[in-house]
Structures are given as C-alpha cells and as structure tokens.
C-alpha cells in the first residue's frame, strides 16, 4: 500500500472513533457485561495503534517523532472519554479510559520491538 493509504486508515479511524463514542447511550448495545466494553475500547484503539504504527513504518518516521505523535493520542483518547460526559446516556470511566491507553500503548510497544529486532537481523 502507499503511504496516503496507511494515513487515511491512520486518520479515518481515528474519525470512527470520535463518530462512535458520540453515539447517544440509548443507541449502542449494553457491552458492560464481562468487561466486554473494555474489550472494545482495547480493541478499537489498539487498531489505531497499529494503523499508526504502520504509517510511521511506511514513512520511515524517527523514533522522536513517534513518541510524541503516540502521545498526542493517548491525549485525544482523554479527551474522547471526556467528551462522551456530553453525549446523554454515555458516562465517563477511567476503566474505559485505562482500556484505550493500553490498546495504544500495547500497539507502539510492539511497534518499537519490531524496530529492534529488524535491527539485529541487519
């Protein structure tokens, strides 16, 4: 794939995120049950992490940048956990909110052993 590929993967789920979470309450199935919803929102934003993680992959971006851009979205994953505290019938959680910094945290930690063991194969 082409690097705009990987970037508009990169940015439109990152858009699928913020549509979904402002979703009203009433209209989203109960996930609450067994934890599935931190299943969820480990998931979908440890999908992000690796559309990330590719198009830093893709673009050859140094290890600086990266850390910064993960930041800025452990940031944004803060902010949509907050956001939803305005949407009626959706709630805060820190649990949702420890959930998503995993899912991305998890996504770049694989990223970066990636980097080092294709160094060692050099």
Do not use: C
């Not at 995120?17 to 109960?30: E, K, N, R």
């Not at 992000?48 to 198009?55: E, F, I, P, T």
């Not at 940048?65 to 979205?73: D, G, K, L, R």
């Not at 009626?88 to 770049?108: E, H, K, M, T």
């Amino acid at each position: 794939m082409k690097i705009k590929h990987y970037q508009l993967l990169f940015w439109g789920w990152m858009v699928l995120i913020w549509i979904l979470s402002s979703i009203p309450g009433s209209g989203i199935p109960d996930l609450n049950k067994l934890g599935a919803d931190k299943f969820a929102h480990f998931g979908i934003y440890f999908m992000w992490g690796v559309w990330a993680s590719l198009y830093f992959l893709k673009r050859g971006t140094k290890t600086g940048h990266t850390v910064v851009i993960v930041v800025i979205m452990l940031l944004l994953a803060a902010l949509d956990e907050y956001h939803q505290h305005f949407i009626p019938g959706r709630q805060v959680y820190f649990g949702d909110l420890l959930a998503n910094w995993a899912g991305l945290s998890i996504a770049y930690l694989g990223y970066r052993l990636y980097l080092r063991r294709r160094r060692e194969l050099q």
